[in-house]
């Protein structure tokens, strides 16, 4: 399998290349030059394997070329071997053809376990054959930091810089990413927002140099391999509820884009789906472009769901390249003229064409406790604030009911207590066992400024081992 830019101007790279880089160099995203496609007779046949094994029909085109057959299901087992549910991803039905997907039940508590620890053995996988050492700068809003570090933390070479926001991320996920112990493990708090953290990550991979030569490595979603991971669960929803025989609709909390991407190729591949919402919190860029043509930068505000408070969706980018005939030139114009203005639109038919598949919803932090509330009181399932948000959409935007409606559920409520709290129902989410001394753990964190040369310098400084590159 060969990737190419969603610039046009970028060497095509294979899958072991692609998993080590993070932006091509002409600026844009890497996506598979050609999508498999599979039958309904081979989805079909896919009924009842465990996760790992359907994860290794779903993804095994994507590597094809880099890695054995062998390899790849021995560590897919092992990943998937450390996740807490029986299920690996649970449906939770909500009410009638209404269900939520659990995806909060890897080590870290949200979604992105599912794709960040198959993400750190591939990385061990190659860098140990090319005996290679590599830095990886990621940015998050609070889930991605923690479980890049969970993932990555056993690699031996690997150095991993995680830029969060200072005080905008809950306390439970900064204690997640800020005590894990190891001389590889370096949490920066950056005075500014997610957007900031992102941008900073993203200038590093167009100018290297500050890293002496040494490869970077995105954890971010802009890494190809993160997408496809997440492929995996919309096949596996979609199978324990009569796919690909009927078809489905997703609701997803969404941000940065990833994971209703993921669905969007899911669908690409041969699955059923017939409608995908995109669920946000009041940073709705991608709200705005859904529902009236508009992807306009706005400032940015704190929400109840800190994870989503994002405002440059990263893989988009990676929508509008589909949107316009996978013309790279165009893409690259759209985009410069976004960076210019701030301000990003298409024309109508292309607009009509994706509203076919794509509805949206902004919710607000109101809207998103007493989703709470009415759910647990109805089912007595505890959502967390993105989960939250995801069904508030599914139900105000569904098309039918007589198909399924499933909402991804993001994250665990542990994680959001403030939310939790402010929904005012009677339950107080507990912390899993491993995760049970969290309070009491040594936190190690540095607050810098929001300058790009003040965190590329700490790089350089601390990027092997903890010493200077
Ligand atoms: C809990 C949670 N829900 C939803 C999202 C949105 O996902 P995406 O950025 O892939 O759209 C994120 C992070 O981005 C998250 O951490
Ligand atoms: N919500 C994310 C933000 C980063 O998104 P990613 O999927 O591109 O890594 C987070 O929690 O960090």
Not at 20 to 27: I, K, M, N, P, Q
Not at 93 to 119: I, R, S, Y
Not at 406 to 426: Q, R, W
Request: hydrophobic share 40%; glycine share 8%; net charge negative.
């Amino acid at each position: 399998m060969r990737y190419i830019s969603t610039r046009g101007q970028a060497p095509a790279l294979n899958f072991e290349d692609v998993l080590l880089t993070g932006l091509a160099t002409d600026g844009g995203l890497y996506v598979p030059e050609n999508l498999p496609h599979f039958t309904q007779e081979e989805i079909a046949s896919w009924a009842g394997l465990p996760y790992h094994e359907l994860a290794f029909n779903v993804m095994r085109p994507f590597v094809a070329g880099s890695i054995s057959d062998a390899d790849f299901k021995r560590i897919l087992k092992e990943t998937y071997g450390v996740f807490a549910h029986e299920a690996i991803a649970p449906l939770r039905q909500l009410g009638a053809n209404e269900w939520v997907l659990e995806l909060f039940h890897g080590p870290t508590l949200a979604f992105k376990d599912f794709a960040l620890q198959l993400l750190g053995r591939l990385l061990d996988h190659f860098l140990l054959k090319r005996g290679e050492r590599v830095v990886i700068m990621g940015a998050t809003s609070g889930d991605t930091g923690s479980a890049a570090i969970e993932g990555c933390k056993h690699c031996e070479n690997v150095d991993i810089f995680i830029l969060h926001p200072h005080n905008r991320v809950s306390e439970v996920q900064r204690r997640q990413m800020t005590t894990i112990k190891g001389d590889n493990i370096h949490n920066i708090a950056v005075e500014g927002n997610f957007d900031d953290c992102q941008e900073m990550v993203k200038n590093s991979f167009a100018d290297q140099g500050f890293l002496k030569g040494t490869r970077l490595v995105a954890v971010n979603s802009i890494n190809w391999a993160r997408i496809m991971a997440q492929i995996v669960y919309y096949f596996h929803a979609s199978l324990q509820l009569g796919g690909p025989a009927r078809s489905m609709a997703f609701s997803v909390p969404t941000g940065n884009f990833g994971d209703i991407f993921a669905g969007y190729l899911a669908r690409n591949m041969g699955l059923p789906i017939s409608q995908l919402i995109v669920a946000t919190n009041r940073n709705d860029i991608l709200h705005r472009f859904m529902s009236g043509n508009r992807y306009a930068k706005d400032t940015l505000h704190p929400s109840l769901s800190p994870s989503m408070d994002i405002m440059v969706s990263s893989n988009f980018e990676r929508l509008l390249f589909d949107m316009h005939g996978r013309n790279g030139p165009a893409v690259a114009e759209l985009m410069s003229e976004f960076r210019k203005t701030g301000l990003l639109s298409v024309e109508d038919e292309r607009w009509t064409e994706t509203r076919r598949l794509f509805d949206s919803l902004a919710v607000d932090d109101d809207a998103t406790c007493s989703t709470i509330t009415d759910v647990y009181r109805a089912t007595g399932e505890l959502l967390d604030p993105h989960t939250a948000i995801g069904v508030r959409a599914a139900r105000e935007c569904r098309r039918s009911m007589s198909l399924p409606m499933i909402t991804l559920g993001t994250a665990h409520p542990v994680k959001f207590p403030e939310a939790v709290i402010k929904a005012e129902v009677d339950v107080e989410p507990v912390l899993p066992a491993h995760l049970k001394d969290l309070f009491e753990r040594d936190e190690r964190f540095t607050v810098l400024a929001n300058e790009l040369h003040e965190v590329q310098s700490f790089v350089a400084q601390h990027g092997n081992r903890g010493k200077p590159l």
